[in-house]
């Protein structure tokens, strides 16, 4: 009499199968932490979908604190300088940066007035921004709390892909001016947008003049902090010169 169908060999045609079915299986096992980074990759990013995703930002902005980096670079030369400082910006239309490095520097806004207080040389300039306040605010505010419709409104809009920036995602938007008079000084800007916060960590602005350009870096950023009311003051020391240069 033959043994029970317990007791005889597995067919080496049956075990093989067995064995490529526990190996599949435990792959997707193991995949299995994986799948959510797989799979909520999403749809390809647009020029519609990084604006909305700002416009959503925008609605909650507040307040913003960094540490700023601002680079010149003049191509005739090619000289590239370098300053480091403090931003804080507030909602209501007041922003103030503190350099504090290679020569101290305060430049400080408050509506449509601009103060640029030079410690070395105890002077304060002082400019009421009037008709010029929205080009003034296409290069000190841009990205931070502006809707979608004020920059399609100036700008021709491209996403050019998107990148890394300081260990963060980003899109890379690049913005033409539709102002002749605006391309006269700015010809193109682009913009690194972090895709956790969709706000600007970098922005970089190319001059009329060929090869020239500026560059903003922020680094170390936090919404939302409670930014008081005296960092907005007019803080000078006694004794400075206040002037009105001609606009």
Known sequence: MQGSRANNPVPPRKRLKFL?????FSTLLLALPLAPLLFAQGPP????SVLGLMDHAAQGFRSLTATIEHVKFTAVVSDTSK???????RRDEKMRIDITAPDPR???????????Y????????EYNLGKNRSMVDQYILLGFGTRSA?????YDVVLTGEDQLDGRKVAVLELTPKSEEVRKQITKIQMWI???????????FFEATAGDYFLFHYSDMKEDLKVPESRFKQDWPKGVTRVKPAS
Do not use: H, M
Request: glycine residues 4%; aromatic residues 8%.
């Open 20 to 24: 490529r079915f526990c190996l599949v």
């Open 83 to 89: 300053e480091t400082g403090n931003l804080y910006v």
């Open 118 to 125: 030079t410690p070395k040389i105890k002077r304060v300039e």
């Open 106 to 116: 305060t430049i400080l806004r408050t509506g449509d007035s601009l103060f640029v």
């Open 45 to 48: 990013r647009t020029v519609d």
């Open 150 to 154: 004020e920059v399609r409104k100036s």
């Open 194 to 204: 972090d895709e956790a916060s969709w706000l600007p960590i970098q922005q970089k």
